[in-house]
């Protein structure tokens, strides 16, 4: 079977979680939101550990079930789109167009994951022009620095699992930070990341990885000029052409700047 060595390393990760819930419970949300915890995990592109905390009980399997899914659409379909679009400057909408031909739930993509822990987080290329598509792995309650898309906008769609998505608007001249409820995705379902977009990607689940496939325009681009948030200590940075990461662990010299007191996060609803 051509999924036999795939089914039984999930059953072995499922295990493994299990076994975690067992003796874990996720971090607090403000734990969630501190500066160092977003720097660990974006810096060293690998997972947090949830030791020395206790409780969860409840057995979950539809990490299974979601995996061993038999997905029907050929993630090579949606390249071949993405390839053969004939436009010189491509917008959004040509993008929202191409995803609209296809049915994303049913998106296959076990045969790229095949090899990557999916404990850690990885980042699996799939096309480097004329777009940068990429196939991102988020273990349980991974997320990114709150950052803004200053030089590419895109589109994510989850695969497996769930993707969180947390707006924010900022006015520079009041020193405020509004947040937006949070809303969550599933797989079929579409984000759309426009250009100056601030927002915040998560995997808000304690228990399973999330998987998803995401596609940016222009395909390569850098973070010069890109802010970046950590709204529970009110701080923000800007990096310049040197970073290659959205991460608060950079060197000192990928900064352009860093404020303390940048802002206060006011909430809209
Ligand atoms: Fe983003």
Known sequence: MQFSGFRSRLRRFNAKYTEKRRTSVPDSPQTIENGLYINRVSSEYSIFNLENNAGLQQTDTSLNNEHTKNKTVEMKNLLEILKNLDVKQPDPQDIKNALAQID??????ED????????????????????????MTWPPQFLLPIHQHRNF???VVPLQGIVA???????????KIFLHPTKTFKPGEVIYEPYNVIHKLQNTSPLEPTISVHIYYPPSYNYSGTMIFDAQNRRMAVLNEKAEL????LPSDHYESITEDAYDVEKLW
């Open 104 to 109: 994303l739930s049913q998106l296959s993509y």
């Open 112 to 135: 790229h994951i095949k090899g990557y822990d999916l404990d850690k987080y990885n980042k699996i290329k799939l096309m480097e022009e004329p777009f940068q598509v990429f196939i």
């Open 153 to 155: 906008w895109g589109y």
């Open 165 to 175: 998505e947390t707006l924010y608007g900022f006015a520079p001249r009041k020193k």
């Open 246 to 249: 959205l991460s608060w662990d």
